[in-house]
Every structure is written in structure tokens, then in C-alpha cells.
């Protein structure tokens, strides 16, 4: 961006500065007094460039852009106390199947984790707002189908969902590694549980299939 920017990209700036919520380029394109949005795109693009080395960046999370502190920055400005959220490892599975295979019923859900999912978790992500109930399918008894949300793209830092992980990348995190399978084949069959006890979450909530996640208060 040049030393005198132009009035497109000056008023752009403020509007995404003064709006509560992120805005995709079209919604500017109109805000603006239905300005051409291949020229909103540009200015979008501009700014960024221009606060990718300030204290903030303006970033593009599924389609819709906004300002957020540098990550190299977020730490001055953390004020409240990091709490532990234990998330169980049947809503990470239930995450996952929804991120990858979008959008996908509760059944198809089941049908690729082999095992009944529980109303709590979905209730779970839902409530995180991380999973949004996407509308139905159109198949006898129209079921609900969930996808991810604009939330669970920041959370995760992705612009869309073409940025989430590949299989080979998943293996280099760790996140397959096969201490999982060895701990599977000690512990049976996952829907193998006494009954009584939920066939995702076993005796506990706090069992050794649960991930930590840090969530501020």
C-alpha cells in the first residue's frame, strides 16, 4: 500500500475497524454504497499487506475478514487466567468427521466412527461453537446435518477448509501416532463398555481418552 492510500482502502479500514462482526468483501461492497467488489478484494489485499508486520493483522477466515492481534503479540495482552477444558476423544473424533466430510448426518456420523454417538456430544461442540447445525437431508425422515463454523476456522487459525491438515501432516503432528492403536487393542473394542455407562465417554468424564485444551475463563 502506498504512503497515501486511496479513499476506497481508507474507508474500507474504518469499516472493518467500526464493525462488531467480520465482513466478506461483498457485505463491504455494500456497506460502502455498493462499490464494485473485485475493487473491495483489492483494497482487502492491500491492507493486509499493510498491517502484516503492525501489532495487528487483518486476516481472512472463511471469506470474511477482520482485525486480530499478531500472534507474536497475543501473549501482552492475555489477561484472564488459562483454565483446562477437557474435551473427550469421542468429540475430537466427532470434530474431525464433521470438519473432513461436511456436511454429514448424526448417522453418518455413527457410520464412520462404527459406534452410537451421544446427544452430549454434539451438544458439546455445538455449544463450543465450533459445529452449526447446517439444515437437513433431504432423504425419508429429513435428518439433521451439522458442519463446522466461521468459529472453528479462527479457532484453529484457518482461512478455509481447504487448510486443514492432509494425512501425511497429521502424521508428522503426531495425531496418528500408533501408541493410539496399541492403547485401542488393550482397551477392546471401543463400543464394548459395561452397562450403564456411555458408550463414548465410558465411566468418567475424565478418562484417559480425553485431550486437554486450554480455554480462558
Known sequence: MSSRPSELVRAVEAALF???????????AT???DADPAEIRSALQDLAGHYSARGVHLVERAKRWHFETAPDL?????????????LSRAATEVLAIVAYHEPVSRAEIESIRGVQTAKGTLDVL???GWVRVAGRREVPG????????????????????RDLPGI?????????????DAYDALMGPEDEVPDGQDAETGSSAG?????????AD
Open 126 to 128: 455445538l455449544e463450543a
Open 142 to 161: 429429513r435428518p439433521v446435518i451439522y458442519a463446522t463454523s466461521a468459529e472453528f476456522l479462527e479457532h484453529f487459525g484457518l482461512a478455509s477448509r
Open 18 to 28: 467500526a464493525s462488531e462482526e467480520p465482513m466478506s468483501a461483498d457485505a463491504l
Open 31 to 33: 456497506y460502502l454504497g
Open 74 to 86: 497475543a501473549h501482552l495482552l492475555r489477561r484472564e487466567r488459562e483454565q483446562v477444558r477437557r
Open 168 to 180: 501425511d501432516e497429521l502424521r508428522a503432528t503426531g495425531l496418528l501416532d500408533p501408541v493410539d
Open 207 to 215: 478418562s484417559a481418552d480425553e485431550e486437554e485444551l486450554p480455554q
